[in-house]
């Protein structure tokens, strides 16, 4: 299949061109109000080029790869809709089954992906294909501007909280290389990773600034509704954070002191065991990603890691049964891999020695900051700030999720996308109130008056 038309060629340019002009349009005639518009049409740009080189580079060089199976399956989904339209309504409400693959024949094609969350990215992506004409280059773009909006929605509401970091916060959450590039192609990375900034932007709406409820309590449905279809596991580390979120602001609130300190530990358990008692209960709705099942395929995973097959790329954590406390046992290492590795001195391709380099980045700012701030003065301006304890505690639940159940590097790299920009603004701003500290206190990211 040619996965590049005259299509491409001339609508491409065009779609291009009125991107970079809506970019601009919008950072001028709002920046003078809003100044973090001033990273606006960078944050889209970085987007675009990320998308575009994954699907240039896996058109041109490797001559494969799923961004390219997502739209060959996804143009044949597309190609439904004027061929047999009730077969296309039919793919896209039911999926690709034994009982609706009857609808493809020899002149649509019959689709590569028959799972029903890859799938589901490619029900997603036939209505993109059909607006961007069949393009690949366009249906990227499209894909990219996507992404940057819940990235952005997700930046609006650190800076919300810390007006006054700004340009920090806009790289932890628009510039980070890996998460731009691997989070803006036709992938499942790039929907997970918007439907994340939509859903703690709307999260942030309701239950801290108790605004627009209709609509926002409808993104988070939905939203939820594309994470647990895509990637399930993304709910483990998403719903406790947001739960402990919500109780962590009452207790910052709280102000008799003494009440404070007596509640606020019981308050923070109940929230944890909350969580981990929804999730325990929400088997059905999560299939092969329900609790139970996440603990047996983790183990599976770890233990094929080893085939010989494997060598070069493979990641051994050491051995752990299907119980959580086994697994906890392997937090630590799993965290430091879900974040710090590869290693470069573990880098065996291009691609793996840039993730090595910003890894080893990362990991000399973390540990930079946290000797300035003393280790444990960290714990306490995590407490006592709810949205830095919430994004700290999706970043800890989504790195061990991912660290614990990711056996070799190349996958390691795409599926950890979503927990860097959280650590990254974590780190950021432990670093930022700690300095402020010393000068005044600062709770909520705002100073005390």
């Known amino acids: 299949m040619s996965y590049f038309s005259i299509i491409d060629l001339f609508y491409g340019p065009l779609f291009l061109m009125a991107l970079i002009v809506y970019a601009r349009v919008t950072k001028y005639s709002r920046v003078e109000k809003m100044p973090e518009f001033e990273y606006f049409s960078w944050g889209l740009y970085c987007k675009i080029v990320g998308g575009l080189s994954l699907c240039f580079i896996y058109a041109i060089y490797y001559g494969g790869g799923d961004t390219l199976n997502y739209f060959r399956d996804g143009s044949i989904v597309a190609k439904l809709l004027f061929s047999n339209p009730a077969g296309f309504f039919t793919i896209m409400t039911e999926g690709n089954t034994p009982e609706t693959r009857y609808v493809f024949n020899a002149e649509t094609g019959f689709p590569i992906y028959r799972d029903a969350p890859t799938f589901f990215v490619v029900r997603v992506a036939a209505p993109i294909i059909l607006l961007s004409g069949g393009s690949f280059v366009v249906t990227t773009m499209m894909f990219a501007l996507f992404s940057f909006f819940g990235n ?10 810390f007006p006054a970091m700004k340009k920090e916060m806009a790289i932890a959450f628009l510039f980070i290389p890996s998460v731009f590039f691997w989070g803006s192609g036709l992938l499942k990375d790039t929907i997970t990773l918007s439907c994340i900034g939509f859903f703690t932007y709307s999260f942030y709406k309701i239950f801290i600034q108790r605004e627009n409820f209709a609509a926002n309590i409808f993104t988070i449905i939905l939203t939820s509704y594309l994470i647990l279809m895509i990637k399930p596991y993304i709910i483990f580390a998403l719903l406790p954070g947001s739960i402990i979120w919500i109780i962590n602001k009452q207790v910052i609130e709280m102000q008799n002191k003494v009440i404070k300190f007596l509640t606020g530990p019981f308050l923070l358990a ?6 981990y008692l929804l999730l325990a209960n929400m088997g059905d709705l999560l299939g092969l990603y329900s609790l139970d099942s996440v603990l047996d395929r983790a183990v599976i995973t770890n233990n094929d890691l080893k085939a010989d097959y494997y060598k070069g790329n493979s990641v051994d954590i050491g051995d752990f049964e299907a119980t959580i406390p086994s697994m ?25 020695l840039l993730s090595g380099l910003e890894c080893f980045i990362m990991l000399i700012f973390t540990v930079r900051v946290l000797i300035k701030t003393r280790f444990f003065a960290a714990f306490p301006i995590i407490y006592k700030n709810h949205l830095l304890s919430f994004a700290m505690i999706f970043s800890i639940f989504f790195a061990f999720s991912v660290g614990i159940s990711t056996s070799n590097f190349g996958s390691l790299v795409r599926y950890r996308i979503p927990v860097l920009p959280f650590f990254i603004a974590s780190i950021y701003l432990i670093q930022y109130i700690y300095s402020k500290g010393k000068e005044e206190p600062v709770v909520d990211g705002n100073k005390s008056e």
Do not use: C, D, H, Q
């Open 328 to 352: 906890l046992s392997k937090a630590p290492v799993a965290i430091n891999l879900a974040l710090f590795r590869p290693y470069l001195w573990e880098a065996n391709n291009l691609v793996m």
């Open 270 to 275: 109940v929230g944890v065991g909350g969580g």
């Open 152 to 161: 952005w929605r997700l930046y609006k509401v650190f800076i919300t909280e």
